[in-house]
């Protein structure tokens, strides 16, 4: 069972997962604040992600690239005429919406035949004009809608310290392009060999029309991208694509343990797919709010590297060490947003159990890996024996130390912050040395002694 949306924002608010960004003030649309136990889980997948495509392989490198780029990267990259949404205007409130999420929400309530096979990603902006024009679809609001246009979604911003001599810069619609322009630099200082890909994780920012759907679509956001490089004539790009399709899915599988039943793969139709792009997969999950994108998979040719060496008039070809023959290398691209990694781990975790909610997150992945609680508070030498205890697994595991209300309050916490086990020190501990060990999932208990908890918690931890 999909829990709602609003079951996954109650939850993430209500124990320190995702707050709503100055909330104070009011907030602010599509943005929000990881709190002390999503900066935890949020860090713990960038590593997971970091590990396994970048320290595990011998044919990546890491980058880390400003977010402030020179605006002619922008030019160069095709953002600043083509990085758009189709937008379109109430005529009575002035509250702007995306005319394709208008159309589809639209479409959900439909029965004509002839709309059935209207693929909504297909259509140009001037079609969905056509389309909100000839059925008379209105706002969210009952209100007639303006014309679509295209509404670029590049944040500008202004460098320099004299007013009205500042340069007009963006903050970057995506990584990627730090990637594509460090290109040579990264080939120089590593004598890199083709295929090899360069990778980084870092913050991106779109000013979305549409607000709504939690972290899955924000101003501010993490991706996690790929750009991987190679020879088109020494590599065929199609067995790479599928090899990269199966290592996408095998990390959000295996890695985060997320249930395959709730993906699928999709081909973008050639009306959908980018400019750049000869091929392109989308891993889609089954959200709250239905089936979208989580990552992408594109092969954009040697495009890119094209596009920057026009307009920079600096050479971007790799020269075979063996053959000496130059060539401007094809690339595979990976793209997945961390965040959404995120919403679907809660989502793909949330679990009710009779009258409890636990997240069932994977054990190296959960903000805490044990509880550690003393059977009751005010007794001293139970404080005292679980205070050692606690400070002695710190350096082993991400371990939590609660002694807050009654002990079956404090199982249900941890269940929902999804801590995988919980040990208690009671009475008999002072005597048999042995706590009591209970599972997240099915709330079993056994007792373990002290001296086998580090053995057995990294046994149960790594399965």
Same mark, same amino acid.
């Given at each position: 069972m999909i829990p709602t949306l609003e079951e996954i924002v109650s939850l993430a608010k209500r124990r320190g997962f995702v707050y709503p960004t100055s909330e104070i003030y009011g907030g602010l649309t599509s943005s929000y604040d990881y709190g002390p136990m999503g900066s935890v889980l949020l860090k713990n997948i960038k590593d997971a992600w970091w590990q396994e495509f970048v320290l595990n392989r011998d044919d990546m490198y890491g980058l880390d690239s400003q977010i402030l780029l020179n605006p002619q990267t922008w030019i160069?990259?095709?953002?600043?005429?083509?990085?758009?949404?189709?937008?379109?205007?109430?005529?009575?409130?002035?509250?702007?919406?995306?005319?394709?999420?208008?159309?589809?929400?639209?479409?959900?309530?439909?029965?004509?035949?002839?709309?059935?096979?209207?693929?909504?990603?297909?259509?140009?902006?001037?079609?969905?004009?056509?389309?909100?024009?000839?059925?008379?679809?209105?706002?969210?609001?009952?209100?007639?809608?303006?014309?679509?246009?295209?509404?670029?979604?590049?944040?500008?911003?202004?460098?320099?310290?004299?007013?009205?001599?500042?340069?007009?810069?963006?903050?970057?619609?995506?990584?990627?392009?730090?990637?594509? %322009?460090?290109?040579?630099?990264?080939?120089?200082?590593?004598?890199?060999?083709?295929?090899?890909?360069?990778?980084?994780?870092?913050?991106?920012?779109?000013?979305?029309? $549409? %607000?709504?759907?939690?972290?899955?679509?924000?101003?501010?956001?993490?991706?996690?991208?790929?750009?991987?490089?190679?020879?088109? $004539?020494?590599?065929?790009?199609?067995?790479?694509?599928?090899?990269?399709?199966?290592?996408?899915?095998?990390?959000?599988?295996?890695?985060?343990?997320?249930?395959?039943?709730?993906?699928?793969?999709?081909?973008?139709?050639?009306?959908?797919? %980018?400019?750049?792009?000869?091929e392109t997969f989308d891993l889609d999950y089954h959200f709250s709010f239905g089936w979208d994108e989580l990552w992408g998979l594109a092969y954009r040719t040697d495009y890119d590297l094209k596009q920057h060496m026009q307009h920079s008039g600096e050479s971007l070809e790799y020269i075979d060490p063996n053959t000496h023959q130059k060539v401007i290398p094809h690339v595979m691209e990976p793209a997945v947003g961390i965040d959404r990694l995120f919403l679907m781990m809660l989502t793909d975790a949330y679990k009710t159990d009779y009258d409890r909610l636990y997240l069932d997150l994977k054990p190296s992945l959960a903000p805490y890996q044990i509880a550690v609680f003393p059977l009751l508070r005010n007794k001293p030498e139970l404080i005292s024996l679980a205070t050692q205890l606690h400070q002695s697994l710190k350096s082993k595991f991400r371990a939590s130390f609660d002694d807050r209300g009654n002990i079956g309050k404090r199982y249900l916490y941890q269940d929902e912050i999804g801590t995988p086990y919980c040990l208690t020190v009671d009475f008999q501990s002072l005597e048999d040395k042995a706590v009591t060990v209970r599972d997240r999932n099915s709330t079993q208990q056994e007792r373990v002694k002290i001296d086998k908890l580090i053995s057995y918690l990294t046994k149960k931890i790594s399965e």
């Open positions: 160069a990259s095709g953002h600043i005429n083509s990085f758009t949404d189709p937008l379109v205007e109430d005529k009575i409130t002035h509250l702007r919406y995306r005319a394709d999420h208008i159309i589809k929400n639209w479409l959900k309530n439909q029965k004509k035949s002839e709309l059935d096979q209207l693929n909504v990603n297909d259509l140009s902006t001037a079609e969905m004009g056509q389309i909100i024009k000839q059925y008379k679809i209105t706002s969210p609001d009952g209100n007639e809608l303006t014309p679509p246009k295209d509404f670029n979604i590049l944040f500008e911003t202004a460098i320099g310290a004299v007013a009205g001599e500042k340069s007009l810069v963006y903050l970057r619609g995506e990584t990627a392009q730090g990637i594509f %322009s460090n290109f040579k630099q990264v080939l120089n200082s590593t004598r890199a060999k083709l295929p090899f890909g360069i990778g980084q994780i870092g913050k991106s920012f779109r000013n979305e029309i $549409t %607000s709504g759907q939690f972290l899955f679509r924000q101003l501010e956001f993490e991706q996690a991208e790929i750009e991987f490089f190679f020879d088109p $004539t020494q590599t065929n790009w199609q067995e790479l694509m599928d090899d990269w399709k199966e290592q996408m899915f095998s990390f959000v599988t295996n890695t985060l343990s997320i249930n395959s039943k709730n993906l699928r793969w999709r081909r973008h139709t050639d009306q959908e797919r %980018s400019h750049y792009s000869k």
